[in-house]
């Protein structure tokens, strides 16, 4: 079946610096990607929508210039967080939309982030 | 508009129970329904879907039929193995190829 990874798996960093996680899609074209974070023991809560060429779309309460979200081929996505807090330290997912196939979303393994 | 709701856990159960994870939906219009598994250490995996009312999706024993008269999509399965503990979300997608919303999901513990 269709493969998203996800790089780094885990990243710890200091407070007020930038990181960035890749999503890829391995096997097919993801015209449309999406972030989604992940509290311990509670759901996924999606951050915004990514189109390949496009900006992307916020949900509502997500801060575009601190969750910088770049889909810049169809294969790659990458989501930076800038000027990290300890409060952004959290379990970082994506997903990949297949346009070609049937219409599946395939989830990528996840990246924990904590922030110290 | 959209949203899931879907039994608290964790629920624990002995091996070849009976499973019923409850779940419910509010959408507007047709949405696709899913259920998504998340085993210990990885990420989230398809487990079935329906797209439309009267659906049933089925995979690896588990059966979840689309309800659109009670708007639920419980989920269903007939003898659980210790291999299914794992945390359980229920999802829906308001439009084919649309963002997807996640339930909070449910935690299960199967005992051997």
């Known amino acids: 079946g269709a493969v998203v990874s996800q790089h780094p798996s885990r990243v710890i960093c200091k407070s007020g610096t930038s990181v960035k996680i890749e999503c890829r899609s391995l096997?097919?074209?993801?015209?449309?990607m999406f972030w989604y974070r992940q509290f311990p023991k509670q759901s996924l809560m999606l951050m915004a929508t990514?189109?390949?060429?496009?900006?992307?779309?916020?949900e509502q309460g997500v801060e575009k210039d601190k969750f910088l979200i770049n889909h810049a081929s169809l294969t790659l996505s990458t989501l930076t967080v800038t000027s990290a807090h300890p409060e952004d330290s959290s379990f970082y997912i994506c997903?990949?939309?297949?346009?070609?196939?049937?219409?599946?979303?395939?989830f990528g393994p996840g990246t924990r982030l904590t922030v110290l | 508009g959209n949203s899931v709701t879907q039994m608290e856990g964790p629920v624990t159960l002995s091996e070849e129970a009976f499973l019923t994870i409850n779940c419910t939906y509010t959408a507007t219009g047709y949405p696709s329904l899913f259920w998504y598994v998340q085993y210990p250490g990885e990420g989230l995996q398809l487990l079935l879907k329906?797209?439309?009312?009267?659906d049933k999706g089925s995979n690896k024993g588990f059966e979840a039929t689309y309800r659109k008269e009670t708007t639920s999509f419980h989920l269903e399965k007939g003898s659980v193995q210790v291999s299914d503990s794992a945390v359980y979300f229920c999802a829906l997608s308001p439009a084919r190829g649309d963002k997807i919303i996640f339930g909070k999901g449910t935690r299960l513990h199967i005992l051997p």
């Open positions: 329906a797209t439309k009312a009267d």
């Open positions: 997903s990949a939309r297949d346009g070609q196939g049937p219409d599946t979303q395939y």
């Open positions: 990514s189109n390949e060429g496009s900006k992307a779309t916020y």
């Open positions: 096997d097919f074209q993801a015209t449309t």
